[in-house]
């Protein structure tokens, strides 16, 4: 018999509870959801009332046969998942799965892994709470009403395997409109003047800039001709005090956003690595939106920092959250033991611990005291006047502990530090110099401003920031990368010793760094789904659903009455969408070829975005580049693409070709192709040189990466995640109780024969499935692919034998061969293996 069954969703937070609680507890992991809504069907009985089908996932089916036999056991079963809604949801799963009872079930919540938060959690237990369990079915119901209704839509008009969703496909809206900005952005040139000033010392020298922006070089050369004989005079000191308070401890997003600037973290890495901090008991809870502190953390961080720093530093404060539906019962994240500052673990743990011990910590700190000083430097010809400004430190304060990032990738470090000046001071020129500016497009987003975006936009929740922005990555509707500059040459011109010249300084410009672009998919389903699903692409409605979410979570609304409403009107768009939109490749004409006089156009083909030159019935295709969007490319950027494949020479008397293909440029040589390296390689300029070597390097990696190549086209490989079995174009998984380095074909032939493939996917339904079917049509429809799929998949299972069987005959036929017609059909066929490999 077992005294209580404590039942988490992590290994890792099991193992940490189990050091708190005693023998009389057996913790145990249920890895997450058990189950989740059935992909037949959408999962959901929209006749009746939307009613959710859940099924257990087939790699927990074992899991919990293990956790039923546990919870019959125990005296008291103890369901300790995660406080928030998704949490909940866990905990109610069980509850219904394992078939629990109420009088020996008892739900608690603690926000940090600490002995006292458990023990205070399980002294203050209580029942699940249905309506975090209804606002969390509620969310899940609508974002699969919105992906599997509209996803189908998308494979049909556009091309198959794309997805929508309902925050994803806004967070893409974001992207694509700022694209947009900056495609749009109308640079103007101007000129900005800085002067250096030699005090009346004659030993110190203050930096001015000029008030105002000159856009006309004309009027700067008039400008610099009436500083040689100007006087320049200190007409003005301003000193003011001023204040800088500390931000308030992290929440989800501020956290991801500091993260992200500070030390170059995704935001999937920050919750990845907060989330083994949590797990191991270091921190609170990583998902919160709140900004308040416990009092038992107030007052440790008072005597941590009295004792560390001094009294003087020390200013306990409570923040308050503006966010709107925050939880204030929750804590903000922060250290377990604020007393501990610095843990033990990997590099990224230690990192992410330092900053979010620093950053508590400081929230409790004395505010900084500054003096900003502004001097103006009067022209005493001129109108205008130069501005120094500089800022000093009088007490550092939280400054000490802390110091916040900015998303102002241009803002300029103020000198800390002016000399002593009085107004009426005689300044004399050292040099006064004008550069060639121009005004900056807005900057495109990175992960941590896109939250900041969709925080202030009220698009999701902190438990949804992260996986949206990593979901729409994957689905490759942006990409996340680092883009090079061009050189530019920027004028100068100087006034130095009475004498006016002009010079010229080449400077990198139009550089991004880890910014988030979208692809040429994501901007045409982008497009498409604005004109067809207003409301779902509307910001305010995703803000209002989480609104109506926060309702349910607290009783005051029904979960049925927020989807009925809303699939009232979206099932109809569907529908009419469905039958009614025209198909979209985003295609544009970019004009004629001047070599053929065929028409050249881009559009978004089968395998991704391309180019073509169509003149009568021949046509020409070529892959655009991956930075190349449809909506900008010009006609000269278009037919570079025809100049490939490029022919560099011969390596081991074969032909190298550079060409771009469906995944970007690549080497062809000897019927296999190499990718070029993406930051190192360019595919108009490299040479024959580089090619040899990249060839060369491919032939090492393979021959890594293959371990064995038996006849008849049977493969043992090293992969990623280890050895497996390819055969056929088709991955079969080796168990790791087997040493694949001394597999033989017998082996590999009766796993191929009993496993099931490694990569096998069930395929895309090839029309869309609308939910609520009503013509007889629609109905014949459904039942004649339900057949079809019974006889694929019976094919499927014979297919796999026969495969074997294929492969055993060809191994025999080539062992035996003796007439002239057996070899040459050996000869067919080991080409035909080599080609598939």
């Excluded at 949490?87 to 069980?94: F, N």
């Amino acid at each position: 018999m077992i005294e209580n069954l404590v039942i988490v969703e992590s290994p890792a937070k099991a193992k940490t509870i189990e050091k708190f609680l005693g023998e009389d507890y057996t913790v145990k992991s249920s890895f997450g959801h058990i189950r989740d809504l059935a992909k037949k069907n959408l999962g959901i009985d929209i006749e009746h009332d939307f009613t959710p089908k859940y099924e257990i996932s087939t790699d927990k089916k074992s899991l919990v046969k293990e956790l039923k036999s546990l919870a019959k056991e125990a005296k008291t079963i103890w369901l300790a998942s995660d406080e928030d809604r998704e949490g909940e949801a866990i905990a109610w799963h069980l509850y219904e799965v394992l078939k629990l009872k109420p009088e020996n079930t008892k739900r608690i919540v603690f926000h940090e892994i600490t002995k006292d938060a458990i023990l205070n959690a399980i002294k203050n237990y209580r029942t699940i709470d249905q309506n975090l369990v209804d606002a969390q079915q509620a969310r899940r119901i609508l974002d699969r009403l919105v992906g599997f209704e509209i996803s189908p839509i998308l494979w049909k008009k556009i091309k198959p395997s794309l997805s929508a969703g309902r925050v994803q496909s806004v967070a893409v809206k974001l992207i694509v409109e700022r694209e947009r900005e900056i495609n749009n952005f109308k640079k103007q040139k101007y000129f900005r003047t800085i002067g250096n000033f030699i005090c009346p010392d004659k030993s110190s020298l203050i930096n001015g800039d000029l008030n105002k922006r000159i856009e006309d070089e004309t009027e700067i050369k008039k400008f610099l001709e009436t500083c040689k004989i100007a006087n320049f005079i200190v007409s003005k000191i301003e000193k003011k005090p001023s204040t800088r308070r500390p931000s308030p401890p992290f929440t989800t997003s501020t956290l991801q956003q500091e993260a992200s600037r500070k030390m170059g973290f995704s935001v999937s890495r920050v919750m990845s690595v907060a989330q083994k901090l949590y797990e191991r008991g270091l921190i609170t809870y990583m998902r919160t939106d709140s900004v308040n502190l416990s009092s038992l953390a107030i007052n440790t961080a008072k005597k941590v920092i009295i004792e560390t720093i001094g009294e003087e530093y020390s200013k306990p404060r409570n923040f308050s959250t503006t966010t709107k539906g925050a939880q204030e019962a929750h804590e903000a994240i922060r250290p377990t033991y604020l007393e501990n500052s610095s843990i033990s673990g990997d590099k990224g743990e230690q990192m992410l611990y330092s900053l979010i011990y620093k950053r508590t910590l400081a929230s409790q700190m004395s505010n900084a005291s500054l003096e900003r000083t502004n001097i103006t430097i009067g022209i005493s010809n001129s109108n205008y006047h130069f501005t120094a400004t500089g800022e000093m430190i009088l007490f550092d304060g939280f400054l000490k502990m802390y110091i916040e990032s900015t998303d102002d990738e241009n803002q300029e470090e103020k000198s800390s530090l002016l000399p002593q000046l009085v107004e009426g001071d005689i300044l004399s020129y050292d040099k006064i110099q004008s550069s060639e500016q121009y005004t900056q497009h807005p900057p495109r987003y990175t992960e941590a401003t896109l939250v900041k975006k969709m925080e202030t936009l009220e698009i999701g929740r902190p438990s949804t920031y992260a996986p949206t922005i990593t979901t729409i990555q994957n689905r490759n509707y942006v990409i996340r990368e680092s883009r090079d500059g061009v050189d530019k040459e920027f004028k100068i011109i100087e006034l130095f010793e009475n004498k006016i010249t002009d010079n010229f300084i080449t400077k990198k410009t139009g550089g991004d760094k880890k910014k988030i672009f979208p692809t040429n998919i994501g901007i045409v389903v982008s497009d498409f789904l604005d004109e067809h699903f207003k409301q779902i692409m509307d910001y305010n409605f995703t803000a209002n659903a989480e609104d109506e979410l926060d309702e349910i979570a607290k009783g005051k609304k029904q979960w049925q009455d927020m989807i009925r409403k809303f699939y009232s009107s979206f099932h109809s768009i569907v529908v009419d969408t469905l039958e009614n939109a025209d198909r979209e490749s985003g295609e544009r004409e970019l004009g004629i070829d001047p070599k053929t006089g065929g028409k050249v156009s881009v559009r978004i083909g089968r395998f991704g975005p391309l180019a073509q030159i169509t003149e009568g019935e021949n046509i020409k295709y070529a892959g655009l580049k991956e930075e190349q969007l449809i909506e900008n490319i010009t006609l000269e950027e278009a037919l570079d693409l025809f100049k490939f494949p490029r022919q560099l020479g011969e390596f081991e008397d074969k032909k190298v070709n550079i060409g771009i293909g469906r995944f970007g440029p690549y080497i062809r040589h000897d019927g296999k192709f190499v990718s070029l390296k993406k930051d190192e390689d360019e595919p108009t300029t490299i040479t024959l040189e580089t090619a040899i070597i990249r060839i060369k390097e491919k032939r090492e990696a393979d021959k890594k990466k293959l371990i064995h190549e038996f006849e008849g086209g049977i493969k043992v490989l090293n992969g990623r995640w280890g050895p497996y079995i390819s055969f056929e174009k088709t991955n079969y998984k080796i168990l790791k109780t087997i040493d694949a380095e001394k597999l033989t074909l017998e082996q590999c032939q009766e796993i191929i024969a009993k496993g099931t493939p490694k990569t096998k996917r069930k395929p895309y339904a090839k029309k869309a499935t609308v939910a609520k079917k009503t013509t007889a049509k629609s109905k014949s429809k459904a039942t004649k692919t339900k057949s079809t799929a019974t006889k694929n998949k019976n094919k499927t299972s014979k297919s796999t034998t026969a495969k074997v069987k294929s492969a055993t005959t060809k191994i025999k036929n080539t062992t035996k061969a003796k007439s002239t017609r057996a070899k040459a059909s050996t000869s067919k066929e080991t080409k035909k293996t080599d080609k598939e490999s």
